[in-house]
């Protein structure tokens, strides 16, 4: 089972990013995905979440209105797609999956792509 996170990079305030997490090795259609990010030094926050079943989603109040959580189980891929980023959103961004129709406590970590928003 893997998940590979692409799509960060640099990208200056008020831009727009879109991750993709795809995953190889296991039905996505089971799986909750969740996508996470973390920066040196500081603890590992939970971004937003997408169900297996009914695609509900779930945001951290520091990008909600501007991040959007999008699955597509035909390509085994979730997406993230960022909006008006501001410099506090730089930070490594991690996709992580469990077998559940919830989000919680992941099983599966992918390796991280890093955002950095700067001018």
């Known amino acids: 089972l893997q998940l590979v996170e692409s799509g960060g990079g640099l990208v200056q305030p008020g831009g727009s990013l879109r991750l993709s997490c795809a995953a190889s090795g296991f039905a996505l259609d089971y799986y909750t995905i969740g996508w996470f990010r973390q920066a040196p030094g500081k603890e590992r926050e939970g971004v937003s979440c997408i169900s297996s079943i009914g695609g509900r989603t779930l945001y951290a109040d520091s990008v909600k209105g501007r991040f959007t959580i999008s699955r597509d189980n035909a390509k085994s891929t979730v997406y993230l797609q960022m909006n008006s980023l501001q410099p506090e959103d730089t930070e490594t961004y991690y996709c992580?999956?469990?077998?559940?129709?919830?989000?919680?406590?992941?099983?599966?970590w992918g390796q991280g792509t890093q955002v950095t928003v700067s001018s």
């Open positions: 992580a999956a469990r077998r559940s129709y919830s989000c919680g406590n992941m099983e599966y």
